[in-house]
């Protein structure tokens, strides 16, 4: 699926909604479900991204970071600058391909808008259970997103894939749904029954692909509930073990998207209390899974017993 | 000099013998480190580094543009890092098509080269990747092979560029131009203290004559192999029954067949005449 970043697109800009924002973009994202009224809270143009930042205060080998400002510079693909939590700037190099500016744009561009934001992105995927969601972190490759299929496909509406937003604004921590749409791979697919050929990929050059969610999506803002952060080991077996005290803070720590971020944009602090009270509301435990077959039935069964109880 | 020290060597050759050996060595206890937690030796090619050193995830990026991410990526460790780092690496010393060395020659200090010889090497890629022997060698003699392929699943490392098992060791040894200590596998076994006092000298790792005898024998395959019975090791591979099985240099000679010798001959005569295997 290639949508051109055509001269149209760069002057009408459309609403969208997503991680409970209202999105208002001159890039066409037809990944994300549109919006209705009139006031954005973030906006998306295309414009000039200086190549570098001045006074960064952190920086890796893509992105510079300073308080309230963010840039994101992919060779080949685009450069980004996100600023106050409020607005994204895209310069992209010209004929880079239009979907991989789009992937990175939705992936660790609105990681640092959310973390500019105080918004809590966790490195997860997530389901709705009842009036509550059940969310699944772990490192890339773990599973997540094919757990979240597997479910849908069992009838769960999923709310988040890869970044699940959590706002704790209000004490009580709430997830806002992100896009309506699964990442899995080639073989994640086949499990689950789809044809990865009849699906788009997520960009061209990469096996992986993009499953629309429709029904299956959960346009809601619910309480994050449990936590699962799931591990393969070698061996073939499944355990569930609750953390507690520093274990349970460190897992939610450890499963922030794109923390790294933080070392640059400032916020550490705030970040550390605001999984700390995530901790306080939500049950979060270790799953570990052997690293041979995935027996995704047997270990849902085993999460559902858990978090039906 | 700061720089990262390449723990480096073709898979199952021994790598693992020495970081829990570096481990006791730096962590200087009375009883022996717990072999699923080794000192940090992190793995070069661990996805999770790569994507948080960068910022980005690697899995929407293509093979070539994280190759292009990779020798930053050191650098970019190297630059943020206090102390000389510690890397454990299977990648042979490769280059990227701009010339630019996949491991940064920058950010390099040195390497310690673990060699074993290929006959036995064949019948521990065997056992850990649950192939038959025959399988194992012509993995060895392929100029192609790799590492983490995982073209339709995602694995937790990056894929890595073996070469063959030949084409691996010249890669480091005469190709990488960066400062190398080989470091025999069979010297390990046969000759500990004088193999394990030279690599940790070579690691800047100059400690007094106790504490080197004490590390080895808190690395020993005796006792490795003791804290695999009782709790199980994390890097043993789902397909085999122990990872720290024999510990023997030589086990090749009740096991391999005399044509499945002279093809790994036939394969590496002359790289493995050199380190002293012919």
Redesign the interface.
């Known amino acids: 699926m290639i949508i051109p970043l055509n001269a149209q697109s760069a002057t009408v800009s459309k609403l969208y909604s997503a991680w409970g924002l209202a999105i208002d973009s001159s890039i066409e994202l037809p990944l994300l479900q549109l919006g209705d009224g009139v006031a954005a809270d973030v906006t998306i143009r295309f414009g000039t991204v200086p190549e570098t930042l001045d006074n960064a205060r952190h920086q ?4 510079q970071a300073f308080p309230g400002r963010f840039l ?1 510079k ?3 693909i685009a450069r980004y600058l996100v600023s106050d939590g409020c607005e994204i700037l895209i310069d992209p190099v010209p004929d880079a391909e239009s979907d ?1 500016i789009r ?2 744009l939705l ?2 561009a609105i990681g640092a808008l959310l973390h500019q934001r105080s918004i809590l992105p966790l490195h997860a995927s997530a389901i709705r259970v009842n009036e509550g969601v059940v969310a699944f972190a772990g ?4 599973g997540k997103s094919t757990l979240a299929a597997s479910f849908m496909k069992n009838g769960c509406q999923v709310v988040a894939d ?1 970044i699940c937003a959590v706002s704790v604004a209000s004490g009580v921590p709430l997830v806002c749904s992100g896009s309506p749409n699964l990442k899995l ?4 697919l086949h499990q689950l029954g789809e044809d990865p050929q009849s699906l788009p990929r ?2 061209d ?4 692909y993009r499953l629309p969610l429709a029904h299956g999506f959960a346009e809601e803002v619910l309480p994050l509930r449990k936590l699962y952060v799931l591990r ?5 077996r499944f355990e569930l073990e609750h953390l507690t005290g520093v274990d349970k803070l460190n897992a939610l720590v450890k499963n922030t998207y ?4 933080l070392k640059g944009l400032g916020g550490k602090k705030e970040h550390f209390s605001h999984c700390a009270a995530v901790g306080r509301h939500v049950d979060v435990c270790r799953v570990s899974r ?3 077959g995935f027996r995704i039935e047997e270990l849902m069964a085993l999460l559902e017993e858990d978090f039906n109880r | 000099m700061n720089g990262i020290l390449w723990l480096a060597s073709y898979p199952k050759s021994g790598n693992t013998w020495l970081r829990l050996f570096l481990t006791n060595l730096l962590r200087n206890d009375d009883e022996p480190a717990d072999i699923n937690e080794p000192e940090a030796t992190p793995i070069a090619s661990a996805r999770g580094i790569i994507d948080d050193e960068a910022g980005i995830e690697t899995s929407d990026m293509t093979m070539a543009e994280i190759e292009q991410l990779r020798p930053l990526v050191y650098e970019q460790l190297v630059a943020q890092a206090e102390e000389p780092l510690l890397m454990k690496v299977h990648d042979a010393w490769t280059l990227l098509p701009d010339g630019t060395p996949l491991l940064s020659a920058q950010a390099t200090r040195g390497a310690i080269y673990i060699i074993r010889n290929p006959l036995d090497v064949v019948i521990s890629a065997a056992n850990f990747n649950g192939t038959d022997i025959d399988t194992a060698i012509t993995c060895l003699a392929d100029m192609e092979a790799k590492l983490a392929r995982g073209k339709k699943k995602l694995p937790d490392q990056l894929q890595q560029r073996l070469l063959s098992w030949s084409g691996h060791v010249l890669s480091w040894v005469d190709s990488s131009q960066v400062p190398v200590h080989i470091l025999r596998y069979e010297d390990m076994s046969q000759d500990p203290l004088s193999a394990f006092t030279g690599a940790a000298r070579f690691a800047g790792l100059d400690f007094d004559q106790e504490r080197i005898p004490k590390a080895i024998r808190f690395s020993s395959f005796e006792e490795l192999h003791r804290q695999e019975l009782a709790k199980g090791f994390k890097e043993k591979s789902a397909k085999q029954e122990f990872f720290f099985r024999k510990g023997k240099a030589g086990g090749w000679r009740n096991v391999l067949r005399r044509d499945q010798i002279d093809r790994i001959i036939a394969d590496h005569g002359s790289v493995m005449e050199r380190f002293g295997y012919l």
């Open positions: 890796g080998v893509c992105f994101l992919l060779e080949n991989a992937l990175f992936g660790s490192n890339s490759g773990v890869d791979w080639h073989d994640a997520v960009r050059s990469v096996e992986k393969s080991i070698n061996q073939d794109r923390f790294n971020f052997g690293k041979n």
